[in-house]
């Protein structure tokens, strides 16, 4: 006999009903209370049932939030359902994980901490069918409402006890950016040795063959900038949207910074590709790459703020998969 995973999800937060004397929140408490002395193994009325505590921050009131669900392990990952039984409303969890996806995930034998993405379309649909080969009751609360149920994954954050921490995809951009700091370094550092050394006379003392290492150099930092930019706008963030409503701000501006340095990235290559050694001031090139240095600071430290947990969590770097 199947373990059933029916779900259970009244949270402290949304349900707060008294209906006829039965005290849902007291319920609750009961029942996590009868969790966690029991390592998750549930007698009485839950008997043989997989459940899990997830604890969410509320939504409004910014505090810790413990809900009693039926938990299922898909891929490996920790799967919830925000089904409340069929009812027309989303559960008050899922509120709050749409508002903050950091959350705790009890299963009685293993605390973690993960973050939860919310498939969308053929992803959704694709795990749902999964979830009710489970679970069949799943489905009965999918046909009392007009509702689409959604499943939630729960991607740990962090390796498994006793596993070795696998690279994520975070942890690449991060070196990605790391490699491209000291790619623009070198270029400002090059435009410096000009303007520092030559002082007043940094035009006469412009060495003959800077505009050509400029430009090369130039080139390749550009040309990896764009590559890396364009590859998180079409791919990398709209995967994160998609599946992290809470990140959709951070990873709009995000974009708004990326145009931001394409313009800079512009004009440092017009003075570059203008540049005419013995003729030409170099301080203004040295300052479009400081302004660009700025720029780019900025953006690659609100960057790995903003989405470096949800990647490391989510994917493997490339080539760790
Ligand atoms: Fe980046
Ligand atoms: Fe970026």
């Known amino acids: 006999m199947g373990k059933k995973h029916e779900e ?22 009961q029942v996590i209370s009868d969790f966690r002395a029991n ?11 997989t459940l899990t505590v997830l604890t969410t921050v509320g939504a409004r009131s910014g505090l810790h939030r413990e809900s009693v669900l039926g938990y299922l392990e898909l891929d490996g990952k ?4 925000a089904s409340s039984n069929g009812a027309d409303k989303h559960p008050g969890w899922y509120h709050n994980i ?22 969308q379309a053929q992803e959704r649909d694709r795990l749902f069918d999964r979830v009710i080969a489970e679970a069949p009751g799943y489905a009965d ?10 499943v939630v994954v729960l991607h740990r954050i962090g390796p498994r006890p006793g596993e070795d921490r696998v690279k994520g995809m975070g942890d690449w951009i991060v070196e990605v950016h790391d490699w491209l700091h000291e790619e623009l370094r070198t270029l400002r550092d090059r435009a410096d040795q000009v303007v520092v050394k030559g002082g007043t006379a940094a035009i006469a003392r412009t060495p003959p063959d800077l505009a050509r290492q400029m430009r090369t150099h130039c080139l390749n930092f550009c040309g990896a900038l764009t590559k890396h930019h364009s590859g998180e706008d079409m791919a990398v963030f709209p995967m994160l949207a998609e599946q992290f409503p809470a990140l959709a701000p951070a990873l709009a501006q995000l974009g708004e910074q990326h145009k931001v340095v394409a313009r800079l990235q512009e004009d440092i290559q017009q003075t570059v590709d203008s540049f ?6 170099p301080v203004r090139m040295r300052a479009d790459l400081e302004r660009l240095a700025d720029e780019l600071e900025s953006h690659f430290r609100y960057e790995e703020e903003a989405v470096v947990t949800a990647l490391n969590a989510t994917a493997a770097a490339p080539g760790f998969g």
């Open 39 to 49: 390592s998750g193994r549930m007698s009485g009325m839950f008997e043989g049932w």
């Open 276 to 281: 005419v050694p013995g003729e030409t001031d």
């Open 98 to 119: 749409r508002k903050n996806p950091i959350v705790t995930v009890e299963t009685g034998t293993d605390t973690y901490r993960a973050i939860a993405a919310i498939p």
């Open 141 to 150: 609360h999918q046909a009392r409402t007009v509702r689409e149920i959604p």
């Open 8 to 29: 259970h999800d009244g949270t402290r937060e949304a349900q707060s009903e008294n209906w006829a004397g039965f005290d849902v929140n007291e319920f609750q408490r």
């Open 78 to 81: 920790g799967t919830v359902v």
